[in-house]
C-alpha cells in the first residue's frame, strides 16, 4: 500500500493535488504515537477492529490464529496491529516517494521512447531502480513499528498471563511491559527483569538494522550487476 501511495504521488498525481497530498502525508509521518493510540481506543477499535475481529472469528475461528472472541472494546493485539500498520504506512510512502522522485528523468525518457507503457515504465524502470531505497523505508517502518510504545500499549490490552496465540486476545509488547511496570518495579528483580527486557528490545532492532544493511548493499550491488 505504501509503495502504491508513493507511485501515485511521484508519478501519476496531477499537479494540483500533489502538495495537498504530500503535506497529508508528511503530516501523518510526523504525529505523536500517542495520538494515534487515542484515536486507535476511540475511533479505529470500535468502528473497524470490532467488526473485523468478530468477522474473523466467525469465518476463521477453527485457527488458532482467531480462536476465541474479540473483546468488545476491541482491545486486541489484532488491534495493536492494525493501528501500528497506519502509522508507519505514511513514513514508507514518504520515504519511498523521495526515492521515486530522485530518479533521472532520462530514465522515464527511455523507457517510453522504447514504447513503454506508464505502467511498463513504473513496474520495470522506476521501482526495479529505487528498489534499494524502497526496501530501506520499508525496514525504516518496521524498526519504527518494532519500537513503538505509546500507542501499542494503549490498544494492546497489556495483558502478560494470556497464554492464547490468538490475534482476538489482549496481549503486550515488551515496550508496552517495561512502560507499564517500571514505575511499579520497586524489587530488584522486577528491575533487572525489565531492564533485560530492554537490552532484549535493542538487540532485536540492532539486528534488525544490520540485516537492513546488508539487505539493501545486495539488492544495490545485484542492480549494478545487471547494469541499472
Not at 98 to 105: E, G
Not at 135 to 140: D, E, M, P, Q, R
Request: glycine share 10%; aromatic share 8%; proline share 5%.
Amino acid at each position: 500500500m505504501s509503495i502504491f501511495i508513493a507511485v501515485f504521488l511521484a508519478e501519476l498525481c496531477p499537479a494540483w493535488l500533489r502538495a495537498p497530498l504530500d503535506f497529508m502525508v508528511e503530516m501523518l509521518a510526523a504525529i505523536p504515537s500517542v495520538v494515534y493510540g487515542l484515536w486507535g481506543i476511540f475511533v479505529f477499535l470500535p468502528v473497524v477492529v470490532r467488526p473485523v475481529g468478530v468477522f474473523l472469528g466467525k469465518t476463521l475461528g477453527f485457527l488458532p490464529l482467531f480462536s476465541g472472541a474479540i473483546p468488545a472494546s476491541g482491545i486486541s493485539r489484532l488491534g495493536a496491529g492494525l493501528v501500528l500498520t497506519v502509522m508507519i504506512i505514511p513514513t514508507i510512502s514518504a520515504i519511498s516517494r523521495d526515492v521515486l522522485l530522485a530518479i533521472p528523468r532520462s530514465q522515464r525518457e527511455a523507457a517510453l521512447a522504447l514504447g513503454a507503457t506508464q505502467w511498463e515504465m513504473i513496474s520495470q524502470i522506476l521501482v526495479p531502480y529505487g528498489l534499494s531505497g524502497i526496501l530501506g523505508a520499508a525496514i525504516l517502518g518496521l524498526g519504527r513499528a518494532l519500537g513503538e510504545t505509546m500507542a501499542v500499549t494503549m490498544v494492546i490490552g497489556n495483558n502478560t498471563v494470556e497464554s492464547s496465540g490468538s490475534l482476538l486476545k489482549p496481549g503486550a509488547t515488551m515496550a508496552s511491559v517495561i512502560a507499564n511496570e517500571f514505575a511499579e518495579a520497586v524489587t530488584t528483580l522486577h528491575t533487572s527483569a525489565l531492564i533485560q527486557l530492554g537490552l532484549v528490545l535493542f538487540v532485536m532492532t540492532l539486528l534488525l538494522n544490520i540485516g537492513a544493511r546488508v539487505l539493501v548493499w545486495r539488492v544495490s550491488r545485484s542492480l549494478v550487476t545487471e547494469g541499472r
